[in-house]
């Protein structure tokens, strides 16, 4: 639970860091909301690959911990 809370925490500071930056740099709202999307437009392979690995880490972790607990019991 607290990875996930972690997980969020991070992600939505960094999104509205990159969103408010935009902003006080005098970009339209709406571009400005279209462009958090743009690391993903000019991703590489890898990145994606990257990403896939690091979300499936967050998934798997906390359910083979659940699983080794269980068995414990």
């Given at each position: 639970?607290?990875?996930?809370?972690?997980?969020?925490?991070?992600?939505?500071?960094?999104?509205?860091l990159h969103?408010?930056?935009?902003v006080?740099?005098?970009?339209?709202?709406?571009?400005?909301?279209?462009?958090?999307y743009?690391?993903?437009?000019?991703?590489?392979?890898?990145?994606?690959l990257?990403?896939?690995?690091?979300?499936?880490?967050?998934?798997?972790?906390?359910?083979?911990?659940f699983?080794?607990?269980?068995?414990?019991?």
């Amino acid at each position: 639970m607290k990875i996930i809370l972690i997980f969020l925490f991070v992600f939505i500071g960094m999104t509205s860091l990159h969103y408010g930056m935009d902003v006080l740099m005098g970009v339209d709202r709406s571009i400005a909301m279209t462009n958090i999307y743009n690391p993903f437009w000019v991703m590489t392979p890898f990145g994606y690959l990257l990403i896939t690995v690091l979300l499936l880490s967050l998934v798997v972790s906390p359910i083979i911990s659940f699983i080794r607990k269980k068995f414990k019991d």
